[in-house]
């Protein structure tokens, strides 16, 4: 039955500002965003499943249980941009070398993973 999966269709994220932290997602990935007519937004692009962030009224209020790994050429220029783009660190979660934790406009965590690094 392994057939009725045929794989991620997007990964969805609360969000109490949809539009502003697909803004942010879609620069940092360089892809597309779309907003529907419930001001729930879509972002596509690279080679990953399309990210839905979806309004909640609910605010963050803990560490996350799913994030994204993104896979980089440079560490520290991609950090750069992310901080550049809105993104902060998030040294409380990992503070090691090997790969960089931040926090995107809304505080979800992802990751991003030089090469070498999965």
């Known amino acids: 039955m392994t057939d009725v999966i045929r794989g991620i269709s997007a990964l969805a994220i609360d969000a109490a500002d949809p539009p ?17 007519e419930d001001g729930d937004a879509k972002v596509s692009g690279l080679n990953l499943p399309r990210l839905d962030f979806l309004k909640v009224p ?14 980089v050429t440079d560490l520290q ?10 993104a902060t660190l998030a040294d409380d979660v990992y503070d090691g070398r090997t ?20």
């Open 58 to 71: 609910e605010r963050k209020e803990t560490k996350n249980r799913i994030h994204i790994d993104l896979a």
């Open 77 to 86: 220029g991609a950090t750069q941009r992310a901080v550049a783009l809105g």
């Open 20 to 36: 502003n932290v697909a803004k942010f997602w879609a620069a940092l990935i360089d892809g597309s965003m779309t907003i529907d």
């Open 99 to 118: 790969w960089q934790v931040l926090r995107d406009p809304e505080g979800n965590e992802f990751c991003l993973l030089p090469p070498g690094v999965s």
